[in-house]
């Protein structure tokens, strides 16, 4: 049967990390929106580590939470660990990461969606797509009930056709105790759209009570913890809304009673393990195809890729508050069970460790992500948007991000308006997708901050100003918050200003801050002010040379992001274009000049044969238009 005679404005199929994103932006954008999903009770499930951030993944989801997504904020509500990474290096690279109970993650993200309006949530599971005249028109179901949609945002995670892997033991699923999604593959590959396998895994988890803590080093959390979301331009009433219904979402003050997680190490007797049962790894063993995450190796990995190093260190982490499961990080495997138990066993502190769950290796398929234009619409087939592990990147927060900005474009398209496109200058989020789009990826694709060639601009404290451009047009923040960071910029303007130009025994402020002077006292009506807005003066006062420089090598590529391409540009009639590049640019069909300079293969002599014919045709166009017009 056919649910709704009026079609959704998007449908979101799946509701881990990315769909939970997608489906909140389409709907707090006024949009009436779906959320499908296999199962209801694990809504945005932290399969893997319950923590988020970290290493240029925090600078993402300040991003996120700079453009209205949810993760910055769950986060800091349920939270029971913070740190700064790389806190003694310099601002660029220092990423917040936190620690989550996982449970009260996904249980406060769910209440949220529940109490979103323009929002509904359905569990089924989606088996395949509509298809009339090369675009989607609606979703399948188990249920055999069909949804029709205008947009169709696809975020299967790991569950495309998922196969799990312990030793020679292998069950359907995308993750233990779930399903697989093993039709949905066919629907894509009916519409033309490749797919691909690739692999991933997650480490056993343990009970906290048969762990000997005595015998491993403690890590706390940061005193002074570092959170997600910019509270400082948020209403107070933000964090602990009671909604009209009487409705209080789960959470607690940031950065409070944080947990400990712990450090121990792997063995001589664990290395030995590992290599006595390497072929009975599934890895190893010939039992997977799919590639997996080079970042993230195995410990079959580690020992065979590194076998110089006599150990590697493992961190014990909570899952949560009210639970005794711990997962080891670092002790990811396909090992058969019984190999898993002498592993654990071998590590100090973890001598009569009971198993909670095994370790195990998922395969799953992901369509390679060149099929994508930047706005993450299929160009194989029009309304359909990807977001997440299905375009082969790996972690929560590179699939959220994505999910945030295909809930947005699926919106935009159905409203026929103009897509969002954050620029590879303007954030993390910008390098990830115009990564994915223009480059691909054969493995788990990680954000890191040496993949940003602009990376010294991303300084996470700065994501709402420089995205607030974006948020304000495409009204994605309120009026309030808006006005509070457009507040912000005004001071943070002001007192960079009156560092640069004011005078202290000789030299300004700005010059005695870049030459490091020791004792320096600033004026006191700067630094009693608001902390955010001191450490974003600072960090453009100190480095204003390095980020001057950023700007003029941005200012020299400016025009070619700007100079957009026809979608029904024919780059294999064009003269004086090489024939590998003509057929380049036709399979990868690139957005501006910008993103077709970053093909492989495309040199900078294709891009001025390209500049040429775009100009003349535009100009071909506007000289049409205006005899047109004379001619009425």
């Not at 809504?43 to 300040?62: E, F, H, L, T, Y």
């Not at 998922?162 to 066919?186: V, Y």
């Not at 654990?344 to 769950?357: F, K, N």
């Not at 450490?535 to 992001?561: P, S, T, W």
């Amino acid at each position: 049967m056919i649910y709704n005679k009026i079609p959704y404005e998007v449908i979101v199929c799946g509701a881990g990390h990315a769909g939970v994103e997608a489906a909140l932006a389409a709907s707090r954008m006024g949009a009436s929106t779906l959320l499908l999903t296999g199962n209801i009770d694990t809504i945005a499930q932290m399969s893997c580590n319950p923590a988020i951030g970290g290493q240029a993944k925090g600078q993402i989801v300040r991003e996120i939470d700079a453009l209205g997504g949810e993760m910055a904020i769950n986060t800091d509500l349920t939270g029971i660990q913070f740190r700064l990474l790389n806190e003694s290096r310099g601002p660029a690279v220092q990423s917040p990461r936190a620690q989550c109970d996982k449970k009260a993650y996904q249980f406060r993200l769910k209440h949220t969606l529940e109490l979103q309006p323009n929002l509904q949530i359905f569990q089924a599971m989606v088996t395949g797509l509509v298809y009339e005249h090369d675009r989607v028109v609606a979703v399948k179901t188990n249920l055999d009930i069909e949804f029709q949609g205008r947009c169709v945002v696809v975020t299967t995670g790991t569950f495309l056709r998922g196969l799990m892997h312990i030793g020679q033991n292998k069950n359907e699923g995308g993750r233990l105790g779930d399903f697989s999604a093993k039709t949905l593959s066919a629907s894509f590959l009916d519409a033309g759209v490749e797919l691909q396998r690739l692999k991933t895994g997650t480490p056993p988890r343990v009970l906290g009570r048969s762990l000997d803590f005595t015998k491993m080093q403690e890590q706390c959390g940061d005193e002074n913890p570092t959170l997600f979301a910019f509270h400082d331009t948020r209403d107070p009433s933000d964090l602990f809304h009671v909604e009209h219904t009487g409705e209080r979402r789960l959470g607690w003050v940031p950065g409070t009673a944080q947990v400990s997680c712990w450090l121990t190490h792997t063995t001589a007797e664990t290395a030995q393990i590992v290599k006595d049962n390497l072929q009975r790894s599934a890895l190893y063993g010939g039992e997977i195809e799919g590639v997996g995450p080079r970042y993230c190796p195995s410990i079959e990995d580690k020992f065979v890729r590194f076998a110089d190093k006599p150990r590697h260190v493992l961190y014990l982490e909570p899952e949560g508050r009210s639970t005794n499961e711990y997962y080891i990080n670092g002790l990811s495997t396909s090992l058969p069970f019984d190999v898993q138990l002498d592993l654990v066993h071998s590590v100090p502190g973890m001598e009569h460790a009971q198993l909670l769950r095994p370790a195990y290796a998922v395969e799953y398929d992901f369509a390679p992500p060149t099929q994508l234009f930047p706005t993450l619409e299929s160009k194989k087939m029009e309304n359909l948007y990807f977001a997440g592990q299905i375009n082969g990147t790996s972690g929560y927060e590179e699939a959220a991000c994505q999910g945030l900005i295909a809930g947005v474009n699926a919106v935009q398209k159905a409203r026929g308006e103009p897509p969002l496109i954050i620029k590879r200058h303007e954030g993390y989020t910008g390098v990830l997708i115009d990564d994915l789009v223009t480059k691909g990826t054969n493995e788990p694709y990680r954000m890191f901050t040496s993949r940003a060639e602009h990376r010294l601009l991303f300084n996470h404290g700065s994501a709402e100003l420089r995205l607030l451009h974006h948020a304000k047009s495409l009204k994605l923040l309120s009026d309030n918050r808006i006005k509070n960071i457009e507040n912000k910029i005004s001071a943070i303007e002001k007192w960079q200003d009156y560092l640069e130009n004011t005078r202290s025994g000789g030299k300004t402020w700005g010059e005695i801050i870049r030459q490091g002077e020791p004792g320096i006292e600033l004026p006191p009506e700067f630094t009693g002010g608001d902390k955010s807005v001191r450490d974003e003066v600072m960090y453009h006062v100190k480095y204003q040379g390095y980020i001057k420089r950023e700007q003029r090598q941005i200012a020299k590529r400016g025009d070619l992001e700007i100079i957009q391409i026809p979608k029904s540009f024919d780059f294999l009639s064009i003269r004086g274009l090489r024939r590998e590049s003509a057929l380049k640019l036709a399979e990868f069909k690139p957005f501006t000049l910008g993103q077709a300079s970053r093909i492989s293969g495309v040199n900078p002599a294709d891009i001025s044969v390209l500049m040429i014919h775009i100009t003349a045709a535009k100009r071909a166009v506007a000289a049409q238009m205006k005899t047109e017009k004379r001619n009425e």
